[in-house]
Structure formats: C-alpha cells, structure tokens
C-alpha cells in the first residue's frame, strides 16, 4: 500500500490507538527492570566509548559474534552498551533477513527500552530532588516526557524509588547522573528507528501509523537529548554530543527527500526537513567513534546524488574505505557505485573482494552480491554467468527485494544459453513475489507474463534487453550496433510499443557518444509515439522526453527543457519506472532554476591523511580521555 492511499483522518486514528497501546505497553515492559537498576556505566566513559568503537569495527567488518560477545560483559547495567547490542541485533536481522533474528532483534529492543525508560525516571527524579535542578527540559510528568514512560512526576518516582536503585544513584557524582539521563534520553532517540523500519517493511495502513508513531517518538527524544546538552552546558560527554548531531542530519536529510504530495503526512507526524542543518550535523558526526561511519558514507552519497559534487563525494568515500581496509560492506557499497557509474569490471573486481572478506557473516548480504555480480555479467551480456549468479541470489536471498527482476533477468540469460525450458517454472514460481508499488517489480511482472503469454521472446525483446544491458555497461556502440540489427525485425513485427523503445534508447546512446543532433532526432521520434503506442503512456516516451530536455539544458536552451520536463511530468503516473523518473525530473528542474551548472569543486590545503573521522581519531584526542592501549584502529528499487 502506497501513502498516498491513506487519508489524514485513518492516519490520525490510527496514530492516537498506536500511542495508546504504546504506553501500555511501556508500563507492561517496566516490570521486567531490576530494583537496582539505574544505567550507570561500569566502565569509565571513555573506555566505554572505546568498547563501542571496536564494537563498531566489527560490524562494518560482519563480525557480529565477535562484536556480541566483547559488549556482552557490560550489557546488564551500561544503557550505553545495551543499545549497542540492540544495534548488533539490528544487523543480524538485516545481514541473516530470518524470522529468528527479526524476533530476536524485537526482544532485545523491549528489553533496552524497558531499562532506558526506568533509568530516565529514576535519574531525572534524582537530578530534580537531590542536585536541585527543577528547569529540567520536557516538564516534570506528563507532556514531553509521556513519550517515554515518564508521565509519572519526578516527586512520585523519587519517593517511590527503591532502596538498591536510590543507593546506586546517591554514589554517583551530580555530572555522573546529568549523563546517565542524557544516556537514557539518547537510547530512546535511537530505538525506536529500528521499531519503525521493521513496521514499515508491512506496507499495510496499520504497519504504516506504527512506523510513523516510532519515527515520530525517535524525534523527540532526539530533540529533547538536544535540549538536554543546552541546558547541561560543559557538563556533557562530547561523544554523546556527536550521536545527537547523527540523529538530527538524519532525520533532517530523510525528511527532506519526501515529495510535496506526501508533506501533508510528514507533517501530520511533526517533521521538518531541511538538507542544510542535515550536512551541517552529519559533518559533526563524522567524528563520532559510533556512527562516525555512516555520517561519512552518508555525506559521501548526499554530495554525490543530490547535489553534484563528485570530487567531494569521492573524497567522502576515499576515507571510508582507507578507513575499513577488508570490510565487505565497504567493497559492496563501492561496487554498487562502480555499477551505478557503468565501470562494471571495477565492480565485479569489488564484489569479488567483498565475497572474499575473512570472516563474512552476512548470508543476506552475501546473496545480494551475487544479485550485484549477476547484473554486471548481464549488463556485458555475458548470459552464462548472469543466469549463474542471477539464480544463486534466487536460491540464496531471505528478502523479498530484487526477485521478481532478478528472476526476469535470469530467465533472459537462460533464453540467451539455450536453456528455454528452465524459464517458464522459473517465472511461474516469481510471479507471486511481485510488489504492486515496486517499479522493478512492475516491469519484471509485466515483461514474464508477456513471456508465459507469448511462449518466448520475440527476436526484437531478445536485441532490445541485451543492447539495454549494454548501455548500462556503458557500451554505447555496441549498443546502437545490436539496434540497428534488428530494424528489419521491427518494422516486420510493426509494434508501436517497440518502435517507442528502440528510438528512444538509441537516442540515449546517441546522446552518451556525443552524437547531438542525431540523438535528438530519435529522441524527437520516440515521444512522437506517444499517442501511438498500445501501452498509454510507455515509459519510452516519458523517459526520452527527460533525456531531451536533458540534452537541450546541456545546450543552453533551459526554456526548452524546463517545457520538455513540464510534459513529462504532465503524463499519468502509471507508466514502468514513473517514480524514479519524476525524482530526476524534480532535480533536473531545479538545476533549470539555478540556470547554471554548479562548478566543479576545488578542494585545496587539505591532507587526506590528517583527517580524524571514522577510525582514524587520534587515540591522545580530548574526546578519549586517556591514552592508546594499543588497541585496534580502526539496496536497486528506489530503496538503493
């Protein structure tokens, strides 16, 4: 189900039941928390945020035993260390996809978000009666605080207080006990994202309001751990600090990719989205032993597909990688970039360095480089190994991502071997895969029924589907020489459908090898089929329209672009690939706005070497409080 089915009214209804039965939930979970418990650390904070880094290590590296058993010592009293292993579960449920470590992760989640809750309650009650603090941000019960199991007031919860829990507190020190409290807050910022992704990967209207409950619920806690620091002043752990600053240019920067026609949803739900303040965050992040990573990989990706920057967002990537030398996700996700820019044989020599990783233990992540492996083969026309690698993925991957394409696709390898027997149980077993709302899956449903239909591939789909492989692969000429041998097979099949195709990729080709004039003359002739075809509207046409006024922009002609993007977008939403088109469409819009392409960035007096992010922070750094110890250093659908 799209959002776009769901009115305000269910959604509203749908979000009160949901906070509801939320907050009974939460006082169910609370019984399950020790008397003493508190969620003071055992370990002094810098060797806690130590712990967490080498932690961190090791899941980048798919180490989860590994990382599991280092935090498991710590994982009954440090909140810290408790959201770090909720987050381990996360990743198994992610890298394994099984129904065991999705209920796994659920648990684990219950668990740290029934302690997190009981030590905010109980560290706010001491901060307000015994350290004197009464301006605390979030009000005293109710209001703020109900979010989180705190509607109780601080006075209640402090007379209340059990004895081991009020002796625990009282041997900690006023700043000792302002962290704990940022510590519960920041652990209820964070657990609630992996509530909603598991909630959203439903698709139902009730999976959707619990979703955007969690999300909703994540926020504020990240709002009021922000307001927490502000009010704290120099009695604040800067690490903590740098988990926030992810927290918030991640939401900023999410929020702010969602479509004005969906706005009145995110509103609903109380989001702004605002891609400055997300950068801005993300760059302070970057230096966070936790999610320093990721604040860098998503900061390599924001200036690389959203605002041009090329030569910056390598320089992004460049670190991530010098900085997780044999991480097999590091390797996947520069493959995935190498296939997106068509160097293919970079990608395949990535994705074979990812299988090859020590110690990969990520069974999901393993199938879907194999995924990866086969569309590189495919794009090369290469059948043999596309149907090999195609069909492992198949035999291998626990989601439900990618298998109805990647099952069209082997079965064009196969057809391509010879082995045409294999393809009709191949697409009868792939048809019931197919998500209505997926794209690739829409095509690759469309493309097998026409082929159950039909009892094969007629000579023009066989030139059409490899010569489209190779413009992936960004081989143009080989590309245009495969069209241009089946013209005879076209006009005889006289499919206007074809005729739209076959126009409109050679004109993509034409366009890639800088053959202008030519290009626009076919393109011209694909969205000349426009009211020809049997398929109202075919993607052909509304996808040579965008190259068109791609290519007048190049010109200088912005005037004719921004009318060709205008007609484009003016076709119904109901052609292959709609949604990814009018995501570039919005884009290049904006470029026509701005009337002038951004310059290349310049980056100068800057050492690669001397940069701090990720693992590279000097061990003697302020923010480690201590000195070395000789320890370490350290997806397609729109959903890629």
Same mark, same amino acid.
């Given at each position: 189900?799209?959002?776009?089915?769901?009115?305000?009214?269910?959604?509203?209804?749908?979000?009160?039941?949901?906070?509801?039965?939320?907050?009974?939930?939460?006082?169910?979970?609370?019984?399950?928390?020790?008397?003493?418990?508190?969620?003071?650390?055992?370990?002094?904070?810098?060797?806690?945020?130590?712990?967490?880094? !080498?932690?961190?290590?090791?899941?980048?590296?798919?180490?989860?035993?590994?990382?599991?058993?280092?935090?498991?010592?710590?994982?009954?009293?440090?909140?810290?260390?408790?959201?770090?292993?909720?987050?381990?579960?996360?990743?198994?449920?992610?890298?394994?996809?099984?129904?065991?470590?999705?209920?796994?992760?659920?648990?684990?989640?219950?668990?740290?978000?029934?302690?997190?809750?009981?030590?905010?309650?109980?560290?706010?009650?001491?901060?307000?009666?015994?350290?004197?603090?009464?301006?605390?941000?979030?009000?005293?019960?109710?209001?703020?605080?109900?979010?989180?199991?705190?509607?109780?007031?601080?006075?209640?919860?402090?007379?209340?207080?059990?004895?081991?829990?009020?002796?625990?507190?009282?041997?900690?020190?006023?700043?000792?006990?302002?962290?704990?409290?940022?510590?519960?807050?920041?652990?209820?910022?964070?657990?609630?994202?992996?509530?909603?992704?598991?909630?959203?990967?439903?698709?139902?209207?009730?999976?959707?309001?619990?979703?955007?409950?969690?999300?909703?619920?994540?926020?504020?806690?990240?709002?009021?751990?922000?307001?927490?620091?502000?009010?704290?002043?120099?009695?604040?752990?800067?690490?903590?600090?740098?988990?926030?600053?992810?927290?918030?240019?991640?939401?900023?920067?999410?929020?702010?990719?969602?479509?004005?026609?969906?706005?009145?949803?995110?509103?609903?739900?109380?989001?702004?989205?605002?891609?400055?303040?997300?950068?801005?965050?993300?760059?302070?992040? !970057?230096?966070?032993?936790?999610?320093?990573?990721?604040?860098?990989?998503?900061?390599?990706?924001?200036?690389?597909?959203?605002?041009?920057?090329?030569?910056?967002?390598?320089?992004?990537?460049?670190?991530?990688?010098?900085?997780?030398?044999?991480?097999?996700?590091?390797?996947?996700?520069?493959?995935?970039?190498?296939?997106?820019?068509?160097?293919?044989?970079?990608?395949?020599?990535?994705?074979?360095?990812?299988?090859?990783?020590?110690?990969?233990?990520?069974?999901?992540?393993?199938?879907?480089?194999?995924?990866?492996?086969?569309?590189?083969?495919?794009?090369?026309?290469?059948?043999?190994?596309?149907?090999?690698?195609?069909?492992?993925?198949?035999?291998?991957?626990?989601?439900?991502?990618?298998?109805?394409?990647?099952?069209?696709?082997?079965?064009?390898?196969?057809?391509?071997?010879?082995?045409?027997?294999?393809?009709?149980?191949?697409?009868?077993?792939?048809?019931?895969?197919?998500?209505?709302?997926?794209?690739?899956?829409?095509?690759?449903?469309?493309?097998?029924?026409?082929?159950?239909?039909?009892?094969?591939?007629?000579?023009?789909?066989?030139?059409?589907?490899?010569?489209?492989?190779?413009?992936?692969?960004?081989?143009?000429?080989?590309?245009?020489?495969?069209?241009?041998?089946?013209?005879?097979?076209?006009?005889?099949?006289?499919?206007?459908?074809?005729?739209?195709?076959?126009?409109?990729?050679?004109?993509?080709?034409?366009?890639?090898?800088?053959?202008?004039?030519?290009?626009?003359?076919?393109?011209?002739?694909?969205?000349?089929?426009?009211?020809?075809?049997?398929?109202?509207?075919?993607?052909?046409?509304?996808?040579?329209?965008?190259?068109?006024?791609?290519?007048?922009?190049?010109?200088?002609?912005?005037?004719?672009?921004?009318?060709?993007?205008?007609?484009?977008?003016?076709?119904?939403?109901?052609?292959?690939?709609?949604?990814?088109?009018?995501?570039?469409?919005?884009?290049?819009?904006?470029?026509?706005?701005?009337?002038?392409?951004?310059?290349?960035?310049?980056?100068?007096?800057?050492?690669?070497?001397?940069?701090?992010?990720?693992?590279?922070?000097?061990?003697?750094?302020?923010?480690?409080?201590?000195?070395?110890?000789?320890?370490?250093?350290?997806?397609?659908?729109?959903?890629?």
């Amino acid at each position: 189900m799209s959002m776009e089915e769901v009115d305000v009214q269910d959604i509203s209804e749908m979000l009160k039941e949901q906070a509801d039965a939320d907050k009974a939930f939460q006082v169910k979970l609370s019984a399950s928390v020790p008397e003493h418990f508190v969620g003071a650390p055992v370990l002094t904070r810098a060797r806690r945020w130590r712990l967490l880094r !080498r932690a961190k290590r090791c899941l980048w590296h798919t180490r989860l035993d590994e990382a599991e058993a280092m935090l498991r010592p710590y994982g009954q009293t440090d909140l810290g260390v408790m959201l770090a292993l909720a987050e381990v579960a996360l990743w198994r449920a992610s890298l394994h996809e099984s129904d065991e470590a999705r209920a796994l992760l659920i648990t684990q989640v219950d668990a740290v978000e029934a302690h997190a809750n009981t030590a905010l309650e109980r560290s706010r009650a001491f901060v307000v009666h015994r350290d004197g603090v009464s301006d605390l941000p979030g009000g005293d019960g109710g209001g703020m605080m109900s979010w989180f199991g705190g509607a109780a007031s601080s006075t209640t919860v402090f007379e209340s207080m059990p004895a081991t829990a009020r002796q625990a507190l009282e041997q900690l020190s006023a700043a000792e006990r302002r962290l704990v409290l940022l510590d519960a807050v920041l652990v209820l910022a964070f657990l609630p994202v992996a509530r909603a992704v598991t909630a959203l990967r439903d698709g139902s209207k009730s999976g959707m309001a619990t979703g955007a409950y969690h999300m909703r619920k994540g926020w504020k806690a990240m709002e009021l751990a922000q307001a927490h620091v502000q009010h704290a002043g120099a009695e604040h752990d800067e690490q903590a600090n740098r988990l926030i600053s992810f927290g918030v240019g991640t939401f900023q920067f999410a929020v702010s990719l969602v479509p004005p026609s969906l706005r009145w949803f995110i509103e609903l739900i109380g989001f702004a989205g605002d891609r400055e303040i997300a950068e801005n965050n993300l760059v302070q992040a !970057r230096r966070s032993v936790v999610v320093g990573r990721e604040a860098t990989l998503f900061l390599g990706l924001i200036k690389r597909f959203f605002q041009d920057e090329h030569v910056q967002s390598a320089r992004w990537l460049r670190r991530l990688e010098k900085a997780n030398a044999d991480s097999p996700l590091v390797f996947s996700l520069a493959g995935r970039l190498a296939r997106h820019d068509g160097r293919v044989a970079d990608a395949l020599a990535l994705y074979e360095r990812a299988l090859a990783a020590p110690h990969f233990d990520a069974p999901q992540l393993r199938a879907t480089i194999n995924y990866h492996i086969g569309q590189c083969h495919f794009a090369e026309n290469h059948w043999s190994a596309a149907a090999h690698h195609l069909t492992t993925f198949l035999d291998t991957t626990r989601g439900k991502i990618f298998r109805p394409f990647a099952a069209w696709r082997a079965g064009v390898a196969l057809w391509h071997t010879g082995k045409r027997d294999d393809i009709a149980p191949l697409y009868k077993r792939a048809l019931p895969w197919v998500r209505a709302h997926e794209s690739y899956d829409a095509y690759a449903a469309d493309r097998m029924a026409r082929f159950l239909d039909t009892g094969g591939f007629d000579a023009f789909e066989e030139a059409w589907d490899a010569a489209e492989g190779l413009y992936e692969a960004r081989e143009e000429r080989k590309a245009l020489q495969l069209l241009d041998s089946v013209v005879g097979a076209l006009k005889s099949i006289g499919k206007r459908d074809y005729f739209a195709q076959f126009y409109y990729l050679k004109g993509a080709c034409l366009r890639r090898i800088g053959q202008t004039e030519r290009a626009e003359k076919f393109l011209r002739s694909a969205i000349g089929e426009l009211t020809r075809t049997e398929t109202q509207p075919h993607f052909a046409c509304a996808y040579a329209l965008c190259e068109l006024g791609e290519m007048l922009h190049e010109a200088g002609d912005g005037a004719k672009a921004q009318a060709a993007y205008d007609e484009a977008k003016a076709l119904p939403a109901t052609f292959h690939w709609h949604k990814m088109l009018h995501n570039r469409l919005k884009k290049n819009v904006e470029s026509v706005k701005k009337n002038a392409k951004k310059p290349v960035q310049k980056i100068d007096g800057e050492d690669e070497d001397d940069d701090d992010d990720c693992d590279n922070a000097s061990e003697n750094d302020a923010d480690w409080g201590e000195a070395s110890d000789g320890e370490e250093e350290e997806e397609e659908e729109e959903a890629n």
